[in-house]
């Protein structure tokens, strides 16, 4: 199975602020790494696919970037609806894996 | 795109559960569909997935032979059948559309599942 390792656990950032998330993936999963959004209390919501396509409706301040083992998400202006826990989820192959997320507050 | 979760409850240990999902607004038939669930303070782990036609099925092994997911096309509806429950099964489970690659491009609003005695 492919283990996905996520950084930061937690992380809190100033509105307006850059803030970066991080996926490291035990094996190549070349760029088939997704990122999702969940806010407390709802379901899950797809950002980010193949590394660096933005979901429909993804505001452009999300970006994504990596290739090989390493992936990261990028938020560049920290907004207060951007409070929320953020997922890396590895599309490359069964069984599908999970980052343990990290959880994202504002300063 | 909508899907609707339903069946969650409190259950016993050692015992089944089926839960359902009501797919609308976009062509069941042309996706394939997964469950992916969420233990209390815990992160996303994904359950099962089934392929358009239902020929394939895909579960991780804390699951697999336990857990069995199908679809009904003329009810355009997901399920998941859930035996010999643990309480380490006890999580929200979302059932979700698969996007042009196995990720998840679209979740239900989710159902609780407790397993307790």
């Known amino acids: 199975d492919i283990q996905m390792t996520q950084s930061p656990a937690s992380l809190s950032a100033s509105l307006g602020e850059t803030v970066s998330i991080e996926c490291l993936a035990s094996e190549g999963i070349s760029n088939d790494l997704a990122w999702y959004q969940k806010k407390s209390g709802k379901s899950p919501h797809l950002l980010i696919y193949?590394?660096?396509r933005l979901q429909d409706g993804v505001p452009s301040r999300f970006s994504g970037s990596g290739s090989g083992t390493r992936y990261s998400l990028k938020i560049s202006g920290m907004q207060p609806e951007d409070e929320a826990d953020y997922f890396c989820?590895?599309?490359?192959?069964?069984?599908?894996?999970f980052g343990s997320g990290t959880k994202l507050e504002i300063k | 795109v909508q899907l609707v979760e339903s069946g969650g409850g409190l259950v016993q240990p050692g015992r089944s559960l089926k839960l359902s999902c009501a797919a609308s607004?976009?062509?069941?038939?042309?996706?394939?569909m997964a469950w992916v669930r969420q233990a209390p303070k815990k992160g996303l782990e994904w359950v099962a997935t089934?392929?358009?036609?239902?020929?394939?099925?895909y579960y991780p092994d804390s699951v697999r032979g336990r857990f069995t997911i199908s679809r009904d096309y003329a009810k355009s509806s997901l399920y998941l059948q859930m035996n010999s429950l643990k309480s380490e099964d006890t999580a929200t489970y979302y059932c979700?559309?698969?996007?042009?690659?196995?990720?998840?491009?679209?979740w239900g609003q989710g159902v609780m599942v407790t397993v307790s005695s």
């Open positions: 089934i392929s358009t036609r239902g020929t394939t099925t």
């Open positions: 979700a559309r698969h996007g042009q690659r196995i990720n998840f491009d679209n």
């Open positions: 989820q590895q599309s490359y192959k069964y069984p599908l894996t």
């Open positions: 607004g976009f062509t069941f038939t042309d996706y394939y």
């Open positions: 193949t590394t660096s």
